[in-house]
């Protein structure tokens, strides 16, 4: 059974670069579409956007000029990148499997702060 | 602001049957397939419902979808006390090209 596993620093000051990676165990990185979903503590969720492992990738608009999503399938993770960040990016971050987000990892809180 | 409207809350006792709304736009709903996540409470989401009506492996039947025009429902049968969760629908917009969620529902088994 696939499973996912959010890792990174779980601190982050502000303007700073939040780095994420989801390493995908139980089966290949290959073939899928993997997405990011955030959210903020006592919030609902927010799409942050997903990658094919060609690396194709679409983002949410309102984060766009901001995220980068990267895959390695030597490795069988992808990542997530968060460029000049705000408290406003404190958050649980999950990644899953799928546009249709059909695995979830556990998730990861991230707080940014100085 | 959610793009797909759903009610805060919800609540039913024990056996009872419960239904979640979630209203979209032609663009969203109107268009696209309707999917359902649960998520208890501490806890990552868990699909419940794909393509409006379709159940994982693993979900039970007491769980069931529905979708008409741009609105979606989801309905939970015999409820028991471990239903008690935040449910989100979700769907793709083909106007903002991107995956768009609904605010959730908070459903409290009395």
């Known amino acids: 059974q696939m499973q996912l596993q959010e890792s990174g620093p779980g601190l982050v000051e502000p303007s700073e670069t939040l780095s994420l990676t989801c390493t995908v165990s139980g089966g290949s990185i290959n073939g899928y579409f993997w997405s990011w979903v955030r959210q903020p503590p006592g919030k609902g969720l927010e799409w942050i956007g997903y990658i094919h492992d060609s690396g194709s990738t679409n983002y949410n608009s309102s984060l766009k000029s901001r995220v980068t999503i990267s895959v390695d399938t030597s490795k069988n993770q992808f990542s997530l990148n968060l460029k000049s960040v705000t408290t406003a990016d404190t958050a649980v971050y999950y990644c899953a499997r799928e546009i249709q987000l059909r695995v979830w990892g556990q998730g990861m809180l991230v707080i940014v702060s100085s | 602001q959610s793009v797909l409207t759903q009610p805060p809350s919800a609540s039913a006792t024990p056996g009872q049957r419960v239904t979640i709304s979630c209203s979209g736009s032609?663009?969203?709903?109107?268009?696209?397939?309707v999917y359902w996540y649960q998520q208890l409470p501490g806890t990552a989401p868990k699909l419940v419902i794909y393509?409006?009506?379709q159940r994982p492996s693993g979900v039970p039947d007491r769980f069931s979808g529905s979708k008409s025009g741009t609105s979606a429902s989801l309905a939970i049968s015999g409820l028991r006390s471990e239903d008690e969760a935040d449910y989100y629908c979700a769907s793709w917009d083909d106007s903002l090209s991107g995956w768009v969620f609904g605010g959730g529902t908070k459903l409290t088994v009395l």
């Open positions: 032609s663009s969203s709903i109107g268009n696209n397939h």
């Open positions: 393509r409006n009506n």
